[in-house]
C-alpha cells in the first residue's frame, strides 16, 4: 500500500469572500466581492524538516525607458509608483536564448539539506483595460502598451536557468486571465522541481528567468516568484530543529479598494513550539506609494519591513539580484515571520486575509509555514520468519517528539495484505490511548504529552496449512490529528513506510523456506570377521528430521580401496563412488535404507583398520538446519586373520583380470583360465581323482 507523502493532506484550500457589515444600512448598497477569477488552491503541501524560501525579481524597469532618470529615482523611493511611468523591458540575465526580457535572483538552502519542491510563478499585464479591451496598462492618454513580439500570454512559457546550467523552457500549469473593468491581468505556474535536483547546498546560487510576457508601457507591470522548499531526512539542531507543515497556494484574485477582504483558510495543522510560523506572497501592482492595503492572519495584521500596517503590499522582492531594485514599481515576492499571537499553540487553521482601503492589487501566490508537533512512528514484528501456524506480533511506538502536548494523535494498520494468509487474533492492546478492531483495519487514538510514547501491539496467526501469497505486508497509515475530518490520510516519521530501506523495519516477515534435516547413518552387517575374498553387507540409512519434506534425497559412499562393490538395489557405482537414490520424497520422520553387498579383495592382507569409511546423505530442499549430520560416524569391517594352514592354496596363480570379474559376477569361486570351460574345468578334477584312485589300486 503506498504510504502518502504528507504530515496532513488537507481539505482544498477554499477561497471565502466576507462581507462588510453593511446590512442595515438604508440606501447603501453593500461593497463588491473581490474579482476571483481562479479561487486559491493549493499546489503543495507537505511536512518537513525544513522550510520554504520565496524571492523574485520584476523583469520591466528603467532600461532604455523614456521616462529613465524618473523611473531608476523611483527604485529608490518610497512615495513614487509605476503608474506614470513608462515601463521598459529589462534583460539582465545573459541567457544565451534570445529573450525579450529576463532577470535574476539569488537563493541559498542550508548546508546538507536538499530541494525537495520548487514552484515558479509569473504574471503581469495582458496589455488590455475595460470592457472593450483597450491596448493600454494604466488609466491616462497616450500610454498605449506595447506587447511583446511572442505569442500571447496564455502561449508564452518562460526560460529557467539554475546556477549557470542548462536554459530550460518551463512548462504551463496554470494559466489565469480576468477581464472586466480596469487593467487586465494574467498569472500562471509551474512545478519546477526536476530543475533544482542538482542545485547546490550551503552557498548562494542563481537562477535566472526570461521571456516573462509583459507589455511595456506606462504603468505595466510584469515579473515573476519563485518558492523553493528545503528539507533534511532528519532534525537538524540548526536550521531545522523542528517539522514544519509547508503549504503553498496559488489563485488570482483582483483586490479592489471597494472590494471585500478576499480571505484563503489553510487548517489540518497543529501549532506546537515555540517557532514562528512564516508566510509569503506574491502580487502584481502593490505600489509603494498608495497605502491602504493589508494582509491580515488570523485578524493580525502584519508589518512590512518598514513596520507598516497599511501599506504591505509595497513592491517588495526578495533574493533579487540583477536588478536589485529597493522599490520594484510593481511587483511583490516576499517572505515574513508572523506577528506572535497571529497562529496560537493549538491552532489548527490560519485564516490569510487580503483588503484594501485604496491600491489595487493582484494577488497570486501565497505560502505558510507552521510548527508541527513531531510524531514518530517505529513498527516491528517479531518473529521475522515464520511458519504455518506461528504467531507473528506487530508493535507500533507513537512518540511525541516535541515540547508540548499533541492531542487527537492517531493511525490505522491495513491488514488486508496479511488475511489473505493469517488471522487477526483480535488482540489489540495500547498503553494509552485506544486500540480498535474494525476489519481489515487496527486503529489507534489518544492524546499524547509532550515527548510521550504510546506502545500498541496485535497479532496475527499464519494459516496452516498456507493460503495467499506467502507475504504479510502491511504499512501504518497516520491520519489527520485535530477537528480535520477522520480518515484524511497524513504523514510523519514512520520508520516502515512502502519500500522502506530502514535495517530497523521488520514489518513484513516473510515465510520460511522448507527446511529438512536429513541425517545420515550406515552399520556392517556380518556374521563375524571377513576373510579376503568374502563377502558382506552395509546397511545405509537417510533420516529426514524435518520440519518439512525433503526432497530428491541421495545417499553417496566412496568405497576405500580393499572393498569391491558387488550390488544394491537402487544403487550404482562409478569406480569406488556408489550412489543410491534419489528419493523423490522423504516426510517428516521417514527413514529410507539401502543394503549395498560388499566384498573384501582377495589380496587384502591388512587388519582392516584402513578400511573405515562413512555415508553423506543430502536432499535438494532449499536449507538444511543441520548439515553437520549428514554424513555419518565412520565403520570398519572386521577382517579375519591370516590362516597358516593354506599356504598351498596361497601358491596356486590367479588368472588374470579375476578381479574385474569378480566384482561383474558376484561369484566367490575361482575363476577358470582364459579359454577353458567350466565343465572342462569338471571333466579335468573327475579324470585327475579317477588317476589317484587307479594309482592305488
Avoid at 494468509?421 to 485506544?434: K, L, M, P
Avoid at 583380470?657 to 577353458?676: D, H, I, K, M, N
Wanted: one cysteine or more; glycine letters at 10%; hydrophobic letters at 30%.
Amino acid at each position: 500500500m503506498a504510504l502518502p507523502s504528507r504530515l496532513r493532506r488537507a481539505a482544498q484550500g477554499a477561497l471565502i469572500a466576507t462581507a462588510a457589515a453593511a446590512a442595515g444600512l438604508t440606501g447603501m448598497a453593500p461593497p463588491a466581492a473581490a474579482e476571483v477569477t481562479k479561487p486559491f488552491e493549493k499546489v503543495y503541501d507537505d511536512a518537513v524538516y525544513g522550510d520554504f524560501i520565496t524571492g523574485g525579481n520584476t523583469v520591466l524597469g528603467c532600461d532604455g525607458s523614456p521616462d529613465q532618470a524618473d523611473c531608476e529615482r523611483a527604485t529608490e523611493s518610497d512615495t513614487t509608483n509605476n503608474n506614470t511611468l513608462y515601463m521598459a523591458q529589462l534583460d539582465r540575465a545573459g541567457l544565451s536564448t534570445a529573450t525579450f526580457n529576463s532577470s535574476s535572483g539569488q537563493y541559498e538552502i542550508p548546508p546538507g539539506s536538499k530541494i525537495v519542491h520548487a514552484q515558479l510563478m509569473w504574471g503581469g499585464n495582458d496589455g488590455t483595460y475595460g470592457s472593450n479591451n483597450r491596448v493600454l496598462c494604466d488609466i491616462g492618454s497616450g500610454n498605449t502598451a506595447k506587447h511583446p513580439s511572442a505569442p500571447g500570454p496564455q502561449g508564452a512559457a518562460p526560460i529557467l536557468r539554475v546556477d549557470g546550467g542548462p536554459e530550460e523552457k518551463v512548462s504551463i500549469d496554470d494559466f489565469t486571465q480576468d477581464s472586466g473593468n480596469g487593467p487586465h491581468y494574467y498569472s500562471a505556474r509551474s512545478d519546477v522541481t526536476s530543475l533544482f535536483q542538482n542545485a547546490p547546498d550551503g552557498t548562494p546560487f542563481r537562477v535566472d528567468v526570461g521571456d516573462v510576457w509583459a507589455p511595456e508601457g506606462q504603468g505595466c507591470v510584469g515579473g515573476w516568484s519563485l518558492t523553493l522548499v528545503y528539507a533534511f531526512d532528519e532534525a537538524n539542531a540548526d536550521y531545522a530543529p523542528q517539522r514544519r507543515a509547508v503549504d503553498l497556494y496559488y489563485g488570482h484574485v483582483k483586490q479592489g479598494s471597494r472590494d471585500t477582504p478576499t480571505t484563503v483558510e489553510i487548517c489540518d495543522f497543529y501549532k506546537s513550539g515555540s517557532e514562528p510560523p512564516r508566510a509569503s506572497t506574491s502580487i502584481l501592482e502593490g505600489d509603494r506609494g498608495v497605502k491602504g492595503d493589508q494582509f491580515r492572519v488570523n485578524g493580525t495584521a502584519v508589518r512590512n519591513a518598514r513596520g507598516e500596517i497599511d501599506n504591505f503590499f509595497d513592491s517588495t522582492v526578495d533574493h533579487a539580484l540583477d536588478p536589485d531594485y529597493d522599490n520594484a514599481l510593481g511587483m511583490d515576492a516576499k517572505e515574513f515571520e508572523l506577528p506572535e499571537g497571529a497562529i496560537k499553540p493549538g491552532d489548527t487553521c490560519a485564516d490569510l486575509t487580503f483588503s484594501t482601503r485604496g491600491d489595487t492589487y493582484v494577488p497570486f501566490q501565497v505560502a505558510l509555514s507552521v510548527p508541527v508537533p513531531d510524531l514518530k512512528y517505529t513498527k516491528s514484528a517479531e518473529p521475522t520468519t515464520v511458519r504455518p501456524g506461528d504467531t507473528v506480533t506487530y508493535t507500533v511506538e507513537v512518540q511525541n517528539v516535541s515540547d508540548v502536548d499533541y492531542p487527537n494523535a492517531q493511525f490505522s494498520d491495513d491488514l488486508s495484505d496479511n488475511l489473505d494468509q493469517a488471522e487477526y487474533n483480535d488482540d489489540a492492546d495500547a498503553s494509552t490511548g485506544t486500540a480498535t478492531y474494525e476489519e481489515p483495519r487496527v486503529r489507534w487514538k489518544g492524546d499524547l504529552k509532550a515527548h510521550e510514547t504510546a506502545t500498541i501491539t496485535y497479532s496475527v496467526t499464519v494459516n496452516d496449512p498456507p493460503t495467499g501469497d506467502d507475504k504479510l505486508r502491511n504499512n501504518v497509515i497516520v491520519e489527520a490529528p485535530g477537528p480535520g475530518e477522520p480518515g484524511k490520510d497524513i504523514t510523519e516519521v514512520v520508520n516502515c513506510a512502502e519500500n522502506s530501506e530502514d535495517p530497523a523495519c521488520g514489518t513484513e516477515p516473510k515465510p520460511a523456506p522448507p527446511e529438512a534435516d536429513v541425517a545420515g547413518g550406515k552399520e556392517v552387517r556380518t556374521d563375524g570377521p571377513v576373510a579376503p575374498g568374502g563377502a558382506f553387507r552395509y546397511l545405509v540409512t537417510a533420516t529426514n528430521n524435518g520440519p518439512d519434506p525433503a526432497e530428491d534425497v541421495t545417499a553417496t559412499d566412496t568405497l576405500p580401496d580393499g572393498l569391491i562393490f558387488q550390488s544394491g538395489a537402487d544403487c550404482t557405482a562409478e569406480g569406488q563412488k556408489v550412489t543410491c537414490g534419489p528419493v523423490d520424497e522423504l516426510a517428516k520422520d521417514e527413514k529410507k535404507s539401502w543394503t549395498l553387498i560388499v566384498r573384501l579383495d582377495p589380496d587384502y592382507t591388512g587388519d582392516g583398520s584402513d578400511l573405515g569409511n562413512k555415508v553423506t546423505v543430502k536432499a535438494k530442499t532449499p536449507e538444511d538446519p543441520k548439515p553437520g549430520n549428514n554424513t555419518s560416524k565412520p565403520v570398519t569391517v572386521p577382517v579375519a586373520p591370516p590362516d597358516k594352514d593354506k599356504d598351498d592354496a596361497k601358491a596356486l596363480p590367479r588368472p588374470q583380470g579375476e578381479r574385474a570379474q569378480l566384482a561383474a559376477t558376484g561369484t566367490s569361486s575361482p575363476l577358470a583360465p582364459a579359454g577353458l570351460s567350466a565343465g572342462a574345468l569338471v571333466v579335468g578334477a573327475g579324470a585327475l581323482a579317477a588317476g589317484r584312485r587307479l594309482g592305488r589300486d
